[in-house]
């Protein structure tokens, strides 16, 4: 039935209503932007259990990502835009969980025309294509880490991560990162595919850590593993 939707924004409106709702979510008196994250180690973390909120956009995955050419960061971006878009309206609120850290993201998105929908009329392959976008959008954001190449095969992973500027020789000092999506299911769904994918990296042999990430869509819920070593 009708979801409430508000009219088909004009291109290019996705950042400013994003910058509206973070004005609007500091009005409500929400926590505000905590400091630079701390590394550790090869990750960065959030200190503090405070809720914040922060701002994750998917129209740069291929400036931020090494590994991604902009063909297939518009795609991510297509199809993450066509997944939201079945059940919200832009701009709306993503909970991330990293390991039981816990963040607000405003995020927006371009409506997606009926070409677009046309084009991602798979539902298996848009789910998977726009967990992939909006994945590497928040390992980047919340983590300081990016794509920097497509992980093969057999390897329990999508992608293999690195820290944002560093120089990758080889993948010897590189992250795996292994991507989920679900539409439509609850959090305990989300929970229970964070769990497989987690065992899916253990189970892979390979000499290199890993992180696991789940992006459910209706839910507006993304889980990303502690550091899960090889």
Known sequence: GPRGRVEPRGVGRDEEDVKAYLAAGQARSLAPLPPP???????????????????LTLSELAE???????????????????????????????SLDHAGEKTLMALGWKVPSGKIRNAWANDIDTTESGACGVCLAVVHRAIGLVAVRR??????????????????????????????????????????????????TRDAKTNLPALAVVCGFKERLVLLSAPIPP
């Open 37 to 55: 994250p701390e590394r550790r180690g090869s990750f960065h973390c959030f200190r503090g259990q405070k809720m914040s909120i922060d701002e």
């Open 64 to 94: 931020h990502h090494p590994g991604l050419t902009r063909p297939i960061a518009t795609c991510f971006a297509e199809a993450a835009s066509v997944c939201f878009d079945r059940h919200h309206s832009p701009p709306c609120e993503l």
């Open 151 to 200: 992980a093969e095969t057999r390897k329990g992973a999508d992608y293999y991560l690195a820290p944002i500027g560093a120089n990758v020789d080889d993948l010897e000092n590189c992250i795996r990162l292994e991507v989920s999506g679900v539409d439509r299911g609850d959090a305990t769904v989300i929970t229970r595919r964070l769990a497989a994918k987690v065992k899916q």
